[in-house]
């Protein structure tokens, strides 16, 4: 089993993932890589300088709160052949029912029901709750305190916003933004911003997630 995990991320989300890990008693070293934050105590370089490891004992994650991003290096990475970790937080609670992919990451005291799949590059944030039979695509971002009912499905790189709630069977679709407190009752169109109570499409783009 690695000895090592490399985070590739420096950045907030970066430092959860590894406090995750740290927490997990996996790994006895935790290093980051980041292209802001090189310079860092604990940084070992770029994000582009990680695919110059070449130890077999060396598990990766991608920790960037950008889900296209995060997918992308998660993507070269395999293509790379690295090992790609799954983060877990002990005080998670994932059913032995559900399916975690690759390079996802289950925050703590989050949880996450029977029969849900999520799919690589996904983050459960704090204390958020995935329940029964929920499906969610590659690079899914459901960030604290959200909360999707059972059925759910969630597109491609969707960020659920912080503390909103998702009715049982709601589709949503890829590239979606829920806004923060949003209650969202009703299925949502690909590259939609909903927000409010009941959630209803706005304008422009918002922006969120983990930095």
Same mark, same amino acid.
């Given at each position: 089993?690695?000895?090592?995990?490399?985070?590739?991320?420096?950045?907030?989300?970066?430092?959860?993932?590894?406090?995750?890990?740290?927490?997990?008693?996996?790994?006895?070293?935790?290093?980051?890589?980041?292209?802001?934050?090189?310079?860092?105590?604990?940084?070992?370089?770029?994000?582009?300088?990680?695919?110059?490891?070449?130890?077999?004992?060396?598990?990766?994650?991608?920790?960037?709160?950008?889900?296209?991003?995060?997918?992308?290096?998660?993507?070269?990475?395999?293509?790379?052949?690295?090992?790609?970790?799954?983060?877990?937080?002990?005080?998670?609670?994932?059913?032995?029912?559900?399916? @975690?992919?690759? /390079?996802?990451? $289950? *925050?703590? %005291? #989050?949880?996450?029901? !029977?029969?849900?799949?999520?799919?690589? &590059? =996904?983050?459960?944030?704090?204390?958020?709750?995935?329940?029964?039979?929920?499906?969610?695509?590659?690079?899914?971002?459901?960030?604290?305190?959200?909360?999707?009912?059972?059925?759910?499905?969630?597109?491609?790189?969707?960020?659920?916003?912080?503390?909103?709630?998702?009715?049982?069977? @709601?589709?949503? /679709?890829?590239? $979606? *933004?829920? %806004? #923060?407190?949003?209650? !969202?009752?009703?299925?949502?169109?690909? &590259? =939609?911003?909903?927000?409010?109570?009941?959630?209803?499409?706005?304008?422009?783009?918002?922006?969120?997630?983990?930095?």
């Amino acid at each position: 089993m690695p000895s090592t995990l490399a985070i590739l991320g420096a950045g907030g989300h970066g430092r959860v993932v590894a406090d995750c890990a740290r927490e997990m008693r996996r790994w006895t070293c935790i290093v980051h890589y980041d292209d802001d934050r090189s310079s860092d105590p604990g940084v070992r370089g770029n994000l582009e300088s990680a695919f110059a490891v070449e130890s077999p004992d060396v598990d990766f994650i991608v920790a960037l709160g950008n889900g296209e991003l995060r997918l992308r290096w998660l993507g070269r990475l395999q293509a790379a052949g690295k090992s790609i970790a799954a983060i877990v937080h002990p005080s998670a609670v994932v059913s032995a029912g559900a399916f @975690v992919g690759t /390079g996802t990451v $289950v *925050v703590a %005291g #989050a949880v996450v029901n !029977v029969g849900a799949v999520l799919g690589g &590059g =996904c983050i459960v944030n704090t204390l958020a709750g995935v329940d029964h039979d929920c499906r969610l695509a590659d690079g899914v971002h459901v960030s604290p305190g959200a909360h999707l009912a059972g059925e759910v499905t969630v597109g491609e790189r969707s960020w659920i916003g912080i503390g909103s709630a998702v009715r049982h069977r @709601v589709r949503i /679709g890829r590239d $979606v *933004v829920v %806004g #923060a407190g949003a209650v !969202v009752v009703r299925d949502v169109p690909d &590259g =939609c911003t909903v927000v409010g109570v009941p959630a209803r499409p706005v304008g422009g783009d918002a922006e969120g997630g983990a930095r």
